[in-house]
């Protein structure tokens, strides 16, 4: 059996990895209480119809590749979760229905299923409504303003902060706004604190390795302390870079995803230093404001290769540093 297919394996079957999905769900679902204070029950009904649609989706992508349904199996629950997050409030649910049947029966079914996607499948679904309905995808309504089901004219949309970045403008924000996520953006990837809490406890519960968002957010930092808007200092650039987009939100539940990053300590900080960097390219670069979610899947096609060369690369090190140790002195 080869590494990988040894690797899919375990991610598929072991108690271990369904743990692990079970703490990746328990770290998502606060995001929807402060969803739910913010735009009311409209985003629980596009958080309800991404997930089903998911899990219908897999099932039967299941039943046709004649594989077990295992109901403990909530790696579709988490792709729909994470699709819904960052969808805009006021976005039709029809935009959500496809973009989540994109992500499992194109970038999850024909790979084989769970712990063989080559591709984040949330991050897949996501790019796909982004091309397709790329208007409607970042416009967003002022918080505490509850939404109605449905979505008429009379509701005034705005753009979120991350365009004015984009723009090289300096988005007004102020820290206690910007630590609870009140200003315009998607449904779930904007409360800094309660991702940071949610952080905390993935990490607590060992459920993502530290190194992977840190190696991620390292490069993004340094970037936006060296080019940022006239007048705006190095830590106000970071902040804003950080936290008035989705950035520390992908970080936290899309980079670290263990099926599709690499396997090799040294390749997960690699590959997250990399995602960091060429995410901060294409900040500036794409005309997109979530831009993030095609670098993840531009380093999910890549993930492999880092593992190769640290293969390659850490017998010489150890053979180097051995070496070392046993000349004289």
Same mark, same amino acid.
């Given at each position: 059996?080869?590494?990988?297919?040894?690797?899919?394996?375990?991610?598929?079957?072991?108690?271990?990895?369904?743990?692990?999905?079970?703490?990746?769900?328990?770290?998502?679902?606060? $995001?929807?209480?402060?969803?739910?204070?913010?735009?009311?029950?409209?985003?629980?009904?596009?958080?309800?119809?991404?997930v089903?649609?998911?899990?219908?989706c897999?099932?039967?992508?299941? $039943?046709?590749?004649?594989?077990?349904?295992?109901?403990? !199996?909530?790696?579709?629950?988490?792709?729909?979760?994470?699709?819904?997050?960052?969808?805009?409030?006021?976005? !039709?649910?029809?935009i959500?229905?496809?973009a989540?049947?994109?992500?499992?029966?194109?970038?999850?079914?024909?790979?084989?299923?769970?712990?063989?996607?080559?591709?984040?499948?949330?991050?897949?679904?996501?790019?796909?409504?982004?091309i397709?309905?790329?208007?409607?995808? @970042?416009?967003?309504?002022?918080?505490?303003a509850?939404?109605?089901?449905?979505?008429?004219?009379?509701?005034?949309?705005?753009?979120?902060?991350?365009?004015?970045?984009?723009?090289?403008?300096?988005?007004?924000?102020?820290?206690?706004?910007?630590?609870?996520?009140?200003?315009?953006?998607?449904i779930?990837?904007?409360?800094?604190?309660?991702?940071?809490?949610?952080?905390?406890?993935?990490?607590?519960?060992?459920?993502?390795?530290?190194?992977?968002?840190?190696?991620?957010?390292?490069?993004?930092?340094l970037?936006?302390?060296?080019?940022?808007?006239y007048?705006?200092? =190095?830590?106000?650039?970071?902040?804003?870079?950080?936290?008035?987009?989705?950035? @520390? @939100?992908?970080?936290?539940?899309?980079?670290?995803?263990?099926v599709?990053?690499?396997?090799?300590?040294?390749?997960?900080?690699?590959?997250?230093?990399?995602?960091?960097?060429?995410?901060?390219?294409?900040?500036?670069?794409?005309?997109?404001?979530?831009?993030?979610?095609?670098?993840?899947?531009?380093?999910?096609?890549? =993930?492999?290769?880092?593992?190769? @060369?640290?293969?390659?690369?850490?017998?010489?090190?150890?053979?180097?540093?051995?070496?070392?140790?046993?000349?004289?002195?």
């Amino acid at each position: 059996m080869s590494h990988s297919n040894h690797h899919a394996s375990q991610i598929h079957h072991s108690e271990s990895a369904i743990t692990m999905r079970s703490d990746m769900i328990i770290a998502l679902v606060p $995001l929807y209480f402060m969803a739910y204070f913010y735009y009311g029950s409209r985003v629980l009904v596009v958080g309800a119809a991404a997930v089903s649609t998911c899990l219908i989706c897999d099932w039967i992508c299941g $039943l046709l590749l004649h594989h077990r349904i295992e109901f403990r !199996d909530l790696s579709a629950a988490i792709t729909g979760l994470i699709i819904s997050m960052l969808m805009p409030p006021t976005v !039709d649910l029809y935009i959500v229905v496809s973009a989540s049947m994109f992500a499992i029966l194109v970038a999850k079914a024909p790979f084989g299923g769970t712990g063989r996607n080559v591709f984040n499948p949330a991050a897949a679904g996501l790019a796909f409504a982004i091309i397709c309905w790329s208007q409607q995808m @970042f416009q967003y309504s002022k918080p505490l303003a509850h939404l109605p089901m449905q979505i008429t004219e009379a509701i005034p949309l705005m753009q979120g902060p991350t365009a004015t970045l984009k723009l090289g403008g300096i988005p007004r924000i102020g820290m206690t706004e910007m630590l609870l996520g009140h200003f315009p953006g998607p449904i779930g990837s904007t409360y800094t604190l309660i991702i940071f809490s949610c952080l905390v406890y993935l990490l607590t519960r060992k459920t993502i390795p530290w190194y992977l968002p840190v190696s991620y957010i390292l490069p993004i930092a340094l970037v936006a302390s060296f080019k940022h808007p006239y007048l705006v200092s =190095s830590l106000e650039s970071i902040t804003n870079e950080l936290f008035v987009g989705s950035l @520390f @939100f992908v970080a936290v539940y899309m980079i670290s995803d263990p099926v599709t990053a690499p396997k090799h300590p040294l390749a997960k900080a690699l590959y997250g230093f990399a995602a960091g960097g060429l995410t901060m390219m294409f900040r500036y670069l794409s005309p997109l404001e979530l831009s993030a979610v095609f670098v993840v899947l531009l380093m999910n096609a890549f =993930s492999p290769a880092f593992d190769r @060369f640290c293969e390659w690369i850490m017998p010489k090190l150890q053979k180097t540093a051995a070496a070392k140790g046993g000349s004289p002195s």
